[in-house]
């Protein structure tokens, strides 16, 4: 009997401990989905407010160009890829609602997760161009997509020529496009 009462209560204890988990869940994902909703937000008023690249390229043969002259010199994008600021005044407002995860993500995430991919990315583009010469000797791109005032263009496959072997660069991801010119966006490893 002892043994019986002593069952009944753990699981009581247990189903308490499980309905105060739902509810602390419930309490976490309200807290996410407001968080979502006011950097939403300001990506709206980043909208009507809306800047452009602070330096970009005439074409986005040119873009994929300066990015990769950049890293071959220094070993980073400095000037030529998208910045955070640039991402929050430019980009997101632009593909804010095309069912990317910027849709679905707090911005510190979406940030994480992106500063991640974009630093992987660099690195193996570092490691094979960094300090020496290259050519470009090809570009294939998928058709371009528009989102609101950008135009996005997705390299399939960027052949590249470093002393005298041919490499096929995949980290590019996107080249975007607005009024003023052309700048590397997206990067993935």
Do not use: H
Not at 121 to 145: C, G, M, V
């Amino acid at each position: 009997m002892k043994k019986l009462i002593f069952i009944l209560i753990n699981l009581s204890l247990i189903s308490c401990d499980r309905d105060n988990w739902r509810d602390q869940m419930e309490e976490e994902n309200q807290k996410v989905i407001l968080q979502i909703k006011n950097d939403q937000k300001q990506i709206e008023l980043n909208r009507l407010n809306q800047k452009d690249w602070n330096q970009s390229s005439k074409s986005k043969e040119l873009a994929i160009k300066n990015f990769l002259t950049e890293i071959s010199n220094t070993g980073k994008p400095t000037s030529y890829y998208v910045s955070w600021d640039e991402k929050m005044e430019v980009l997101f407002p632009n593909v804010l609602g095309y069912g990317t995860m910027l849709d679905s993500t707090p911005l510190t995430e979406y940030k994480k997760m992106l500063d991640i991919r974009e630093e992987m990315a660099i690195k193996e583009i570092a490691k094979l161009i960094y300090e020496k010469k290259f050519q470009i000797t090809s570009i294939d791109w998928d058709d371009p997509k528009d989102y609101r005032n950008l135009k996005a263009y997705k390299p399939k496959s960027i052949q590249l020529k470093i002393d005298k072997n041919l490499y096929e660069l995949k980290q590019i991801k996107m080249v975007f496009q607005t009024t003023t010119g052309y700048k590397v966006g997206v990067l993935a490893p």
